[in-house]
């Protein structure tokens, strides 16, 4: 496909003596400009898809796959029994029956709303008994609550320490209305790793719950459903929706993409975003190529027309001058691949050393919802923005080389 000559022209042309030549210089900036643009996409698109994935874990650890609701906020245990029986058993995995409800924690003179959830004791540790940072408990007794970490370091709290919790209901007194209170027990402090749940989560027991809020011991106010696969709740959600029609049921369904779709979106608009942007530094990298190449065929015009001269046609000075652009656009891609994939890997270490030289927090779990920096690497990302750099150095390098090939090796001559 090449003979030795080209060969022989394009090692030439690429690596040029210090003092011969301007390729070289451009050669290594144009290197350096795509590698940086490629490690950029891949380090950003890994962030990003760590960031997907680990607030998607998160929050389905937090929230059940699937929830029902009662539009009178009262779901009676035989219907719940009824909806388990009727329903596919293959389809999902457990079935916990809960009461929710907003209110708020006061310890002293300061207060913070929450979101209260009581369970029962045999279903309690779900998803929270391996989130207890503090001594594990099995159960939630009575007069004692359960809360996350950011909010115990908010209000100053411990295991051990009492508050008061108030929730939207009200007793009547000679006074008026008066909101119901209740003082509790720190019985354990959980930590999801999302401070938006650490900070307005708590739990109480069932029993509790009920007589805060006023209703009977068979009724709930949320069904929550866990299944195999929980990207694919959709479908178990058109069966329980189906189900609650057929059965003319007070009830709707709320899957944990519904709660979150807005985020979601969010999310995966950013990464699309940031992909279109970062693929910016690429062609601006290559830019440089053809700026490079045409700067280069001004400067070798001599040269070329000698290369006519002794026989080589239009196609071989084409061949010379792509492959000039491929190999530029081959180097930087491959080191840009190797360069994002190592800084990928060693993410949270690169950031741990950055904090403690700037002495700061950069990844502030309040802002970006996570504690750490996550990070995911999908080879097969990684794969299409290296062939994406390569396509575009390579249409960067046509022009130029086409510039070369069409060069009249009579005028040139004559004209040095």
Not at 97 to 115: A, C, H, P
Not at 195 to 219: G, H, M, P, Q, T
Not at 320 to 341: M, R
Request: charged share 20%; glycine share 6%; proline share 1%.
């Amino acid at each position: 496909m090449f003979s030795k000559a080209e060969i022989l022209i394009i090692k030439r042309f690429l690596f040029s003596k210090k003092t011969e030549g301007y390729v070289s210089v451009f050669s290594w900036f144009s290197i350096i400009g795509i590698a940086l643009g490629v490690a950029a996409i891949i380090i950003v698109m890994s962030v990003m898809n760590g960031f997907r994935s680990n607030l998607t874990e998160r929050l389905i650890g937090v929230n059940s796959h699937l929830n029902i609701y009662s539009f009178n906020d009262e779901i009676k245990e035989e219907q719940i029994e009824e909806m388990k029986n009727k329903l596919n058993i293959k389809k999902y995995k457990k079935v916990f029956s809960s009461v929710e409800t907003q209110g708020l924690i006061i310890k002293d003179n300061t207060s913070n709303g929450v979101i209260i959830r009581g369970y029962k004791e045999i279903n309690f540790d779900h998803y929270l008994y391996d989130k207890i940072i503090t001594k594990k408990i099995s159960s939630i007794r009575f007069n004692k609550i359960i809360i996350g970490d950011a909010l115990a370091n908010k209000l100053n709290l411990k295991i051990g320490d009492k508050l008061k919790i108030a929730v939207p209901k009200t007793d009547k007194s000679l006074l008026g209305n008066i909101p119901r209170f209740k003082t509790l027990i720190i019985d354990g402090i959980f930590d999801f790793g999302m401070y938006e749940y650490d900070s307005n989560l708590v739990f109480i027991s069932i029993d509790l719950a009920r007589k805060l809020l006023l209703i009977e011991n068979n009724i709930f106010n949320r069904v929550e459903f866990y299944i195999e696969n929980p990207l694919l709740v959709g479908i178990f959600k058109d069966s329980i929706d189906q189900y609650i029609t057929n059965n003319s049921l007070d009830l709707y369904s709320l899957s944990w993409i519904d709660r979150n779709s807005s985020l979601m979106n969010a999310l995966k608009v950013e990464k699309n975003v940031m992909f279109l942007i970062l693929t910016l530094i690429i062609i601006v990298a290559s830019m440089n190529i053809i700026s490079g190449l045409i700067i280069f065929v001004k400067e070798k015009n001599k040269d070329i027309g000698i290369l006519k001269t002794l026989g080589f046609n239009n196609f071989s000075i084409l061949k010379i001058f792509c492959v000039i652009g491929f190999v530029i656009g081959l180097i930087g891609s491959i080191s840009g691949t190797i360069i994002g994939i190592m800084i990928t890997e060693n993410l949270n270490y690169i950031q741990a050393i950055l904090e403690n030289l700037l002495d700061t927090q950069l990844f502030s779990e309040e802002v970006y919802f996570l504690s750490t920096l996550p990070s995911d690497i999908k080879y097969q990302e990684v794969l299409f923005v290296f062939l994406i750099s390569i396509t575009i150095t390579i249409l960067s390098t046509i022009f130029p080389a086409i510039r070369a090939s069409n060069i009249d090796p009579i005028d040139t001559l004559k004209n040095e």
